[in-house]
């Protein structure tokens, strides 16, 4: 068994979504509507199941450097 990720979601300071993805392929480029982000950090939210089926959540911060 392994984990199986069901949705990451990308925050700005502000708390507004600038990337969501609800399949296993997460690939942020730093764009929001095809414009480059600004730099700084950002808040990743990630849900997922891990190797025993138990749904889980891990937040963390991603740093954007253009």
Known sequence: PSISI???SIYD???NV????KTEQIKWE???KGVACDEGVYVYVIYY???NGI??????EVALIN
């Open 6 to 8: 069901k949705e990451c």
């Open 13 to 15: 300071r502000w708390g």
């Open 18 to 21: 600038v990337f969501i993805s």
């Open 30 to 32: 730093g764009k929001f």
């Open 49 to 51: 199941t891990d190797v």
């Open 55 to 60: 749904e889980k959540m891990k937040v963390g």
